[in-house]
């Protein structure tokens, strides 16, 4: 592990171990340095102690420790034989079923090695037996783990398979709703399906029962796309969009979801998509050069932070107390817009009230992150996290601006409590590009930036007019931010290394249930504004089931990617980590239906008169 508490990675420094083996018959004269893996120990001392090897064990004996080439020999044939048992046994359960069986085509040659090395061993010729029974030894390995993996090509298929139809179905109800129309794509024929993958598992596979689901889902999704397909609506829905138009966006969203999957591999990805936002707001959006100008400023400015390492890093109070100056200097120039211009009719009295509150505990804590053990910290830390959903949603204000800043200044005063260093500044960035955004959307180019300070949540200038695309642009940089909230401040880096001084100002004593619960809660703070802003963005409940409809397209795109990636060979870390990128894709769509109602609440969200296309 590393100093800060990492679980480490695959390096010859965390992964390697030296071992020393000595006693009667070791090879004392030779300096030679051996690799094994963790599987030969079990052969090295079984074969050491001369007991029998364990049944399962895929351990090779290590030959050249020792001085008697004949105990070697008589050894590694036993070890020889131990394993080609145990590859026999994973033949005779790939077998299993109705289905072509082709055994490891490299069988014949391993019948051959173990004869020829058995007579060597007569012959005393133990230098060529040994080399014939380690060769035989690559080979038996080499084919339990092609029976072992017989079955893979088959279950992969069927789960690429489930998939690919999964998705067509998400889009079927894409098509159709956005026609104005909605189809029910269920059917009653749960029981029949079900009883077909019994009988296809278990009679023709002769599979586990545990494998039934890889049967039954391809078979239930097959027959409600081909129900779908069936409906009128959808043909209709389909016959709306040109070819052309269609194959476009395709091949964008293909693009998008990759984009999406390499940010967990690689962050900087993350500045490759901000890119590709500010070259869409250059070429697509009708805006001044000022407002393109401070959009470009913006994405550049969060664009810094997934370049910027985060494990290991130093502790800083100063860059902490100067990030929570920033969140109060941005709300107090958002209060001097309401004082310039006495024609326009500022927020209401209680509303200044509660948001003078919030300044004041953000400002505070500036100071207070210095003397984490003084009882006012502990008391305002704490107090700032029921702060955080109670002040917006008693405030409920009707105008955009004020509830937002209520909104970011609830969720920045906990996240500075609980910031160690230059994260602090991730939350005013992130708050800074998503105004910036809801600006673009929400209003025409002409609208001047203080008819936007005042403007009506639910609101807008322009006509609410569907768009296919325009729709699936907006899921995908929902998605985005989201994902740059999650990797752009390092929260994987912050779940590994669990640096308990990050709760320092809200506990004293290592308590690990608190502490961890104080970690999700700064994690899922740039997440909360991210949703806040995109329902802000959702003016009514149909533009909110497109967007996690779409949504739950593009998460099953990425799943799919990681499903290809996952892995079961390499470091823990390794593996670990491919499993993990699944998981937190497949879970990313219910995750962000829970922040949709927080948000819901936090906004005060009223939907507006959908208007279509064809609207007279």
């Not at 038996?140 to 783990?145: C, M």
């Not at 138009?245 to 969203?253: E, G, N, P």
């Not at 390492?309 to 100056?325: A, D, F, H, N, R």
């Not at 740039?526 to 998460?555: D, G, H, W």
Request: hydrophobic share 50%; glycine share 6%.
């Amino acid at each position: 592990m590393t100093d800060w508490g990492s679980h480490g990675a695959g390096s010859v420094e965390e992964t390697e171990t030296p071992f020393i083996i000595w006693g009667t018959g070791v090879a004392g004269d030779k300096k030679f340095q051996k690799r094994l893996k963790q599987a030969d120990f079990t052969a090295l001392i079984a074969g050491s102690l001369g007991i029998p090897f364990p049944t399962n064990s895929i351990g090779r004996f290590p030959s050249k420790f020792w001085n008697d080439l004949d105990f070697v020999c008589a050894s590694l044939l036993a070890n020889f034989n131990q394993i080609q048992q145990l590859m026999i046994v994973k033949k005779n359960i790939a077998m299993c079923g109705k289905l072509p069986f082709s055994p490891f085509p490299s069988e014949p040659i391993i019948d051959s090695l173990i004869k020829e090395a058995a007579g060597l061993a007569k012959q005393k010729s133990y230098e060529y037996a040994i080399g014939k029974l380690n060769k035989g030894i690559d080979l038996l390995l080499e084919g339990i783990v092609y029976y072992e993996r017989y079955d893979q090509w088959l279950m992969m298929s069927l789960t690429i398979y489930s998939f690919l139809v999964w998705m067509l179905l998400i889009v079927t109800v894409i098509v159709s709703s956005s026609n104005g129309k909605s189809i029910e794509i269920f059917s009653k024929t749960h029981l029949l399906d079900f009883f077909s993958s019994i009988l296809i598992t278990f009679y023709l596979l002769e599979w586990p029962t545990l494998r039934i689901p890889y049967t039954f889902v391809p078979i239930y999704l097959t027959r409600l796309l081909i129900f779908s397909f069936s409906k009128k609506r959808y043909v209709d829905g389909l016959n709306s969009f040109k070819l052309k138009k269609f194959c476009l966006l395709a091949v964008r969203t293909t693009v998008g979801i990759e984009i999406l999957a390499l940010t967990f591999y690689h962050q900087e990805t993350l500045v490759v998509g901000l890119v590709v936002n500010s070259i869409w707001c250059l070429s697509v959006k009708h805006t001044t050069t000022k407002q393109k100008a401070l959009w470009i400023t913006s994405t550049i400015i969060v664009a810094i932070f997934p370049t910027v390492p985060v494990i290991g890093k130093e502790k800083s109070m100063i860059t902490v107390s100067l990030g929570s100056l920033l969140c109060t200097g941005i709300s107090i120039l958002w209060l001097k817009q309401y004082s310039r211009d006495p024609t326009m009719a500022g927020p209401e009295s209680r509303h200044k009230i509660l948001i003078y509150f919030q300044i004041f505990m953000i400002s505070i804590a500036s100071i207070f992150i210095n003397s984490p053990e003084f009882i006012l910290t502990r008391i305002f830390s704490w107090l700032s996290i029921p702060a955080l959903l109670i002040i917006p949603v008693t405030l409920s204000s009707p105008i955009l601006s004020v509830q937002l800043v209520s909104i970011f200044l609830g969720i920045a005063t906990p996240f500075v409590y609980l910031s160690l260093t230059y994260e602090v500044f991730f939350i005013p960035s992130l708050y800074f590009t998503l105004f910036i955004l809801l600006k673009l959307e929400l209003s025409e180019a002409s609208t001047t930036w203080k008819e936007f300070w005042f403007q009506k949540i639910g609101s807008g200038n322009r006509i609410r007019q569907f768009d296919l695309a325009n729709s699936f642009r907006l899921a995908w940089l929902h998605l985005f931010f989201v994902y740059l909230s999650f990797f752009g401040i390092g929260n994987i880096a912050s779940i590994n290394s669990f640096d308990p001084s990050a709760s320092r100002c809200f506990v004293s004593v290592f308590n690990p249930f608190v502490m961890m619960i104080l970690l999700l809660i700064k994690i899922i703070c740039p997440f909360l504004l991210v949703a806040c802003v995109f329902r802000l963005l959702m003016l009514t409940s149909k533009e909110v089931e497109q967007n996690f409809l779409i949504v739950l397209y593009f998460c099953q795109g990425m799943a799919l990617h990681m499903f290809l990636n996952v892995t079961n060979v390499g470091s823990w870390l390794e593996i670990g980590t491919s499993i993990s990128h699944y998981v937190i894709v497949q879970v990313t769509t219910f995750f962000l239906f829970l922040l949709y109602f927080i948000a819901n609440i936090l906004t005060g969200m009223q939907s507006v008169q959908f208007l279509t296309s064809d609207k007279k």
